[in-house]
Nanobody, 127 residues
Framework: QVQLMESGGGSVQAGGSLRLSCAGSGFTYRLSFMGWFRQAPGKEREGVAAISNDMRTKYGVSVQGRFTISKDNAKNTLDLQMSNLEPEDTGMYYC?????????????????????WGQGTQVIVSS
């Protein structure tokens, strides 16, 4: 059974940093691309960052240069280092995993490409 569990959320002031982690079990990380999504109150869930099984990365425009996604296949973890946080970064952050047959280049930020989702971790950035 595939399980994804996020941790590391919290409250921080604008300009601060947080590191989110996602621990996965029940599937082979190397065969999937993975991503971080977020959902702010009243808004749709949006892709933030994604990483392919060969370690290529993609970032949303609003987080480019501030967030860094990384994956450790040996530890089965997916991380998101968030720096210079802004109030607009507030939301519930989810990690997700997609099967290897999905195209990372076309579908990295397509919610429907991901089969597995964690429960989410809350990030609050105050001004």
């Amino acid at each position: 059974q595939v399980q994804l569990m996020e941790s590391g959320g919290g409250s921080v002031q604008a300009g601060g940093s947080l590191r989110l982690s996602c621990a996965g079990s029940g599937f082979t990380y190397r065969l999937s691309f993975m991503g971080w999504f977020r959902q702010a109150p009243g808004k749709e869930r949006e892709g933030v960052a994604a990483i392919s099984n060969d370690m290529r990365t993609k970032y949303g425009v609003s987080v480019q240069g501030r967030f860094t996604i990384s994956k450790d296949n040996a530890k089965n973890t997916l991380d998101l280092q968030m720096s210079n946080l802004e109030p607009e970064d507030t939301g519930m952050y989810y990690c997700a995993a997609a099967p290897s047959w999905q195209s990372f280049d076309r579908n990295a930020f397509l919610r429907g490409a991901y089969d597995y989702w964690g429960q989410g971790t809350q990030v609050i950035v105050s001004s």
